[in-house]
C-alpha cells in the first residue's frame, strides 16, 4: 500500500462485549473482525475483554492508539453487560473526540436497547456514537455452525455501512485532535 493510502487507513479497536463463560460474542466478534479486515482502510485491533492475547499494550494503550472504536455488544436484562461498562469506567482520556460504533445480538430486541444504553455513557465520555448500526435478533438462530450469518449479503451490506461511517468520523475526528487539542 503506498504512503498516501495509508493516510486513509483509520485504526480500528474492535471489542468484544461478553466476557460470560460459553458467550456467543466470539462469534459475533469474529465474524464483524473477519468484514473489518477486508477493507483496505481498516487497520485491526481485536481486543478480548476476557482473555489475554499476547499484545503487550494495556487496555487504555490499545484504546488510546484506536481512531474508532466498535463494540460487540449482547443484551443482558436490557442492557449491556456489567464488565463492559467496568472496562469502559476504567479509561477517561483514551475515548474523547473518538467515534464509535456498536455490532449487537440478543432475543427479539436484537441487543439494541443495550447499544441505546451505551450511546448514554459515551456521551458523557466525549465520545461520538455513530448512527449506523449492525443488530442480530434471536443471533443464535441467525448465525450458522460455520459461524456466518445465513442472510451474509445483508449482514455484510450493514457491516460496511457501519465502517463507511467510522471512516468518516475517523479520519475527521483524528485530524480535529492533530489540529486543535479538544476542550475539556
Ligand atoms: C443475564 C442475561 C440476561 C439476558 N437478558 C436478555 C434480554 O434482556 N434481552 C435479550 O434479547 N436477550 C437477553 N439475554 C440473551 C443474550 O442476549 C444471549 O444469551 C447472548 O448470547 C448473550 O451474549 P454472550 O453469550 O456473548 O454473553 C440475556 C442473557 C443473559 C445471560
Not at 33 to 46: F, H, I, T
Not at 104 to 127: C, D, I, K, N, P
Not at 157 to 169: K, V
Amino acid at each position: 500500500m503506498n504512503a498516501a493510502a495509508r493516510q486513509d487507513q483509520y485504526r480500528l479497536a474492535v471489542i468484544l462485549g461478553s466476557v460470560r463463560e460459553g458467550r456467543f460474542v466470539t462469534t459475533v466478534g469474529e465474524w464483524f473482525a473477519r468484514q473489518a479486515g477486508r477493507r483496505e482502510d481498516v487497520k485491526l485491533d481485536v481486543i478480548d475483554l476476557a482473555r489475554p492475547d499476547g499484545d503487550a499494550r494495556t487496555f487504555g494503550e490499545r484504546i488510546d492508539a484506536a481512531d474508532a472504536v466498535v463494540v460487540v455488544v449482547p443484551e443482558y436484562n436490557h442492557s449491556f453487560p456489567g464488565e463492559l461498562k467496568a472496562a469502559i469506567d476504567s479509561l477517561k482520556p483514551q475515548w474523547r473526540a473518538k467515534p464509535v460504533g456498536f455490532v449487537s445480538y440478543g432475543g427479539r430486541g436484537g441487543g439494541l436497547r443495550a447499544v441505546e444504553q451505551l450511546r448514554l455513557v459515551f456521551a458523557e465520555l466525549h465520545a461520538a456514537t455513530i448512527r449506523e448500526t449492525v443488530s442480530f435478533h434471536d443471533a443464535w438462530r441467525e448465525f450458522g455452525p460455520d459461524g456466518e450469518p445465513r442472510r451474509a449479503g445483508e449482514a455484510a451490506g450493514a457491516a460496511n455501512a457501519l465502517l463507511d461511517q467510522l471512516a468518516w468520523w475517523a479520519l475527521a475526528l483524528r485530524r480535529a485532535r492533530e489540529e486543535v487539542p479538544y476542550p475539556v
